[in-house]
């Protein structure tokens, strides 16, 4: 069966369609924490100091399916499920595989020093659940379901890129109205952010698969909880 090209404005409405379910949960959380920024802080503090338990993982959880809602009803009115963001194409072995790779170089290069006592540690288990529900949930929006159509409608390169800084930008809202300098964000978005967001973008490009941009998207998190003591 021959492939039947898609045109061009219909690549550009699944694009913007892509962005404002994707941007649109972000501007509501950004209004809330507007309305309560001494909550705001507070919960950035915790953060902040590293700790993790049942409560911040059931914080992540309710806020990642309110980050998913959006595009999960989309997906669900035209019946298309979540292989529309990058899961279950085909061979998920490789891209398993390339996953645990990239995210045992990501431990292996982040995680020092490291100190085998860290693994007996409750915080430790609790931060690797925690970071497991942001990175699935960040890598289906951001490269399995936006990264795809962006590239479509710009170009490979250009919509990794574009996908990389919208990542990126997305992120600094909670650290400024957490109480965070704009001058120390802006400086953590250009150090720290962006090239994480290349980095999974690329990976995603490697794969097309989400399991892979997932599994180095958490190795990445959880190695700075390992590092930490």
């Keep these: 069966m021959r492939n039947v090209p898609i045109s061009p404005s219909k690549v550009l409405r699944e694009a913007l369609i892509a962005l404002l379910l994707v941007l649109l949960p972000n501007l509501v959380m950004v209004g809330v924490g507007l309305l309560m920024r001494g909550l705001t802080r507070q919960v950035t503090e915790a953060q902040a100091a590293g700790q993790f338990g049942l409560v911040r993982l059931l914080r992540q959880v309710g806020l990642y399916t309110f980050m998913l809602l959006p595009t999960g009803l989309w997906l669900w009115q035209r019946r298309a ?130 399991a892979t941009p997932t599994l180095l998207h958490l190795a990445w998190n959880w190695a700075s909880v390992l590092r930490s003591g």
């Design 81 to 210: 499920g979540w292989v529309a963001c990058g899961w279950g194409q085909a061979r998920p072995g490789r891209a398993v595989g390339l996953g645990v790779l990239l995210g045992a170089v990501a431990l292996l290069l982040r995680a020092r020093p490291f100190t085998p006592e860290r693994m007996a540690i409750p915080n430790t288990w609790w931060a690797l659940a925690t970071y497991a529900v942001v990175a699935s949930a960040e890598e289906t929006l951001y490269r399995g379901f936006l990264q795809g159509r962006l590239e479509a409608w710009l170009g490979r390169w250009w919509g990794y890129l574009a996908t990389a800084l919208l990542f990126t930008a997305v992120h600094l809202p909670a650290r400024l109205l957490g109480g965070e300098p704009l001058t120390q964000s802006l400086t953590y978005a250009t150090v720290q952010l962006l090239p994480m967001a290349l980095l999974f973008g690329g990976a995603m490009l490697a794969a097309r698969h989400t």
